[in-house]
Every structure is written in structure tokens, then in C-alpha cells.
């Protein structure tokens, strides 16, 4: 018989402590506050500063892809500006559907571009979410004391939100002069439907790939060529892919020069989640067209660049979410293509399509 040493058992200092250090890499311009914790009957959060239940803080609960966590950015920073002198915290907790959206250049990628100096944390194991009664993002919250002062989500989670806030602020100070509510110049764009690309996404549905689709390799992801030549008449649910590709569980991927996506749209916005795979300098390029012509000025989303030889490109140049199409008609649909030509030197992945409209 081997003797051992008992473990001994963790203080809640202890404990702190160690959560403090497993999620000091998933939280960006502050330590981590909070922890969620599963337990017996449910989902606690456990805070990790002593002083986070004294303060007020607005939590935003956002899916980073999709284009209800671009409006909440959006919202959110014009709120930081007004009511962060007035003792509120912000805190925008991201809520990863993919892998790479758990790392921290992707995530300090996102902060740049979108200019957020407030803070930011990664749900890595979504047990905050669950905590906070967050089914699925999008959610903000308002947390006063260590209790909920409201809670909004859904289609209409931020009609109400700084009404509240603003209700919130003068129980305090009655007062109080605030501005009116907040009505972004920028085209806020509503969520209509999410396309994914791999074969068991977390949210969101399946893409229907031609049958007979993908097969699995003893790799663990599975591979297809699909040898159409061009484009059949498409239906409004069907996706026309050819070329070589590879598949896992969240994104599609080639480095095949003649691959080729093509599906129906009658959405108002389309954009996409993008990843590089290329090991040299090259930056993938990946060709838009809309009924096989060019994206002219109008339509084209924020991300592409019309080439010397009038083509629609989009560069990937990092894990993110591109805006490809905007503006398009409502009352008719087109056939959007997406092509690759420089994928056999610089190889790309999609993980997904995101479609909106603008909101009224």
C-alpha cells in the first residue's frame, strides 16, 4: 500500500485564487470579476473581486458574429461615453460559437476594430451565461449591488435599455440632467437568419450541401469534391458548392483556385466569418458577385475593394466577421457567388454566412 497525502481542501480564497488565474486569459482591460460556477441546483456566478457587488455594472451578453453584437457595440459605446461618469461599469461578455473567437488575438483583433475601451471578457465555458439566464445571445443586463435591475433580450433587447438606465441613475440624483435617448447616424442591422458551414454548429443551421455532401475521413473531419461546372437554378433553400474542400465541425475550407459557393438571397445584408489559412504573405481573396456581375458601389459591404479589373474582392486577412453585401432589394431574390481564385496559394476557411436586415 502507497501511502499519499491527503489534498488539502480550498479555502474560498483558495479558489478565488485559482479562478483568478485560469481566467486571466479571457478577460481584457480589467482582471476577472466574475466566475461562473456550476452547482447542485443550477448556475451561480461567484464574484472574484470583493468590490464587484458594490458597483453597478451593464453586461452585455453578444454573440461577437453576429450583427446584433455589432449593434450592441454600437449602442454600447455611445453608453460608456454618457453614463460611465456616473458610476456604471461596463462589461461586454463575449459569448464564442467558434474556437477561434476563444483566443486572444481574435479577440483583441475585435476590440481594435471596433474601438472598445471598456472591458471585455470570453464566456469561455459559457457557465456566466447560464448563470445570468442568458438561453442565447443577445442579452443586457444591469446589475446593481449584486441584484438584476433589469434584463432585455431578444428582438427588441435594447428598445428599452437606456430608458432604464436613465430611471436607474436618477433614484439617486432625481435631477439628474441626461441626454435624450441615444439614435445611432450608422444603419443598425437586424439578425433575419444564420448559415453555417460545419457540420454541428452550436447555433444556427446546418448549410444544405448537395447530397452526397461531405465524407468523413479517419482525421476527424471530412472532405468532398464536388464537380459541378457551373451554378443549376438554385431553390431559396438550396447551396450550390464546387471544387475540393474540407470540413469540421464549425467552418469549410479550400486551397482549390476553381471552388466555387453559389445560394439564393433576399436578405438586405450578407456577411461572412472568414479565416486565413495561408502560411506566406499571400492574403486570400475570395471574388463576390451578385446575379454573376460585380457588387457595384451601392451593394458593396463595407469590406470589399473593387480591383483594376472590376472585380468585387474581399481580403482576409484575419479571423473575422466581413460585411460583403448591403442594400440589396427586398422584393426580389439574386444568386450570390463566392469565388477563390488565389485559394492554391493562400488557402481560406468560411465558417458561416450572416444575413439582416436594416432596422426601421
Not at 162 to 180: H, V, W, Y
Not at 200 to 218: D, Q, R, W
Request: with cysteine.
Amino acid at each position: 500500500m502507497i501511502w499519499k497525502p491527503k489534498e488539502k481542501e480550498l479555502t474560498r480564497e483558495d479558489t478565488i485564487a485559482l479562478a483568478i488565474k485560469e481566467l486571466e486569459p479571457f478577460w481584457f482591460g480589467i482582471p476577472p470579476q466574475i466566475a461562473g460556477i456550476k452547482t447542485s441546483e443550477g448556475y451561480a456566478v461567484l464574484p472574484l473581486d470583493p468590490q464587484f457587488s458594490k458597483l453597478s455594472w451593464l453586461i452585455f451578453f453578444i454573440d461577437p458574429t453576429d450583427n446584433s453584437g455589432q449593434s450592441a457595440a454600437l449602442f454600447a459605446k455611445e453608453w460608456y461615453r454618457r453614463y460611465h461618469l456616473h458610476g456604471v461599469e461596463f462589461l461586454f461578455s463575449l459569448v464564442p460559437t467558434y474556437k477561434d473567437w476563444r483566443t486572444r488575438n481574435t479577440v483583441n483583433d475585435y476590440r481594435e476594430a471596433l474601438q472598445l475601451q471598456f472591458p471585455v471578457s470570453i464566456d469561455i465555458d459559457l457557465n456566466v451565461t447560464k448563470a445570468f439566464g442568458a438561453k442565447a445571445p443577445p442579452m443586457v443586463l444591469l446589475l446593481h449591488n449584486g441584484h438584476q435591475y433589469f434584463t432585455y433580450s431578444g428582438d427588441d433587447w435594447l428598445k428599452n435599455a437606456e430608458l432604464n438606465i436613465q430611471d436607474f441613475l436618477r433614484i439617486k440624483d432625481p435631477g439628474l440632467a441626461l441626454s435624450p435617448v441615444f439614435t445611432p447616424a450608422k444603419t443598425v442591422i437586424l439578425d433575419t437568419k444564420r448559415l453555417e458551414f460545419g457540420y454541428s454548429p452550436i447555433l444556427g443551421t446546418e448549410a444544405p450541401f448537395e447530397k452526397p455532401g461531405f465524407v468523413a475521413t479517419a482525421n476527424g473531419y471530412r472532405t468532398g469534391r464536388f464537380h459541378s461546372a457551373s451554378p443549376k437554378k438554385l431553390g431559396p433553400e438550396e447551396i450550390f458548392i464546387s471544387g475540393e474542400w474540407m470540413q469540421d465541425a464549425e467552418k469549410i475550407a479550400t486551397n482549390d483556385p476553381n471552388a466555387l459557393i453559389s445560394f439564393m438571397n433576399s436578405a438586405m445584408t450578407i456577411s461572412i466569418i472568414a479565416q486565413t489559412l495561408s502560411k506566406t504573405p499571400e492574403i486570400p481573396l475570395i471574388v463576390i458577385e451578385v446575379d454573376g456581375d460585380p457588387a457595384y458601389e451601392s451593394i458593396a459591404g463595407d469590406s470589399l475593394i473593387l480591383d483594376d479589373s472590376g472585380q468585387s474582392i474581399l481580403r482576409v486577412r484575419q479571423t473575422q466577421v466581413y460585411h460583403i453585401l448591403k442594400n440589396l432589394p427586398a422584393d426580389k431574390s439574386q444568386q450570390v457567388s463566392l469565388r477563390f481564385p488565389n485559394a492554391n496559394h493562400a488557402p481560406v476557411a468560411l465558417y458561416g454566412c450572416r444575413f439582416g436586415e436594416i432596422a426601421k
